[in-house]
């Protein structure tokens, strides 16, 4: 089993940056791929980093292309998401997930693991 609570969020400006973490528990992250996914209110999860087991690959869904960067630091069992230039459609409920592969993962049933959330709001 993996527990995984993410933090970071809270209300920025649009423009701004906001650095999300992910803390992982109960088994040592390095055997696990991550990804981030997000809610807004009335939406449906939708993907938006992956982040190989190494940190060597990455992915991003195309709405946050340029703006997001994931990285992962194995040692602390830590995996970030680094959001800059923030928009009000960035605002959601933000997950991490974990996936029992190495290898990167682009849909919500590719996960095993999930974080409870952690809630971003851009103002205009």
């Known amino acids: 089993q993996v527990q995984l609570v993410e933090s970071g969020g809270g209300l920025v400006q649009a423009g701004g940056s906001l650095t999300l973490s992910c803390v992982a528990s109960?088994?040592?992250?390095?055997?696990?791929?991550m990804g981030w996914f997000r809610q807004a209110p009335g939406k449906g999860r939708e993907f938006v980093a992956a982040?190989?087991?190494?940190?060597?690959?990455?992915y991003y869904a195309d709405s946050v292309k340029g703006r997001f960067t994931a990285s992962r630091d194995n040692a602390k069992n830590t995996v970030y998401l680094q959001m800059n230039s923030l928009k009000p459609e960035d605002t959601a409920v933000y997950y991490c997930?974990?996936?029992?592969?190495?290898?990167?993962?682009?849909?919500?049933?590719?996960?095993?693991?999930w974080g409870q959330g952690t809630q971003v709001t851009v103002s205009s």
């Open positions: 997930a974990a996936r029992s592969d190495v290898g990167l993962g682009f849909a919500r049933d590719e996960y095993d693991y």
């Open positions: 109960g088994r040592t992250l390095g055997r696990y791929a």
């Open positions: 982040i190989s087991w190494s940190g060597g690959s990455t």
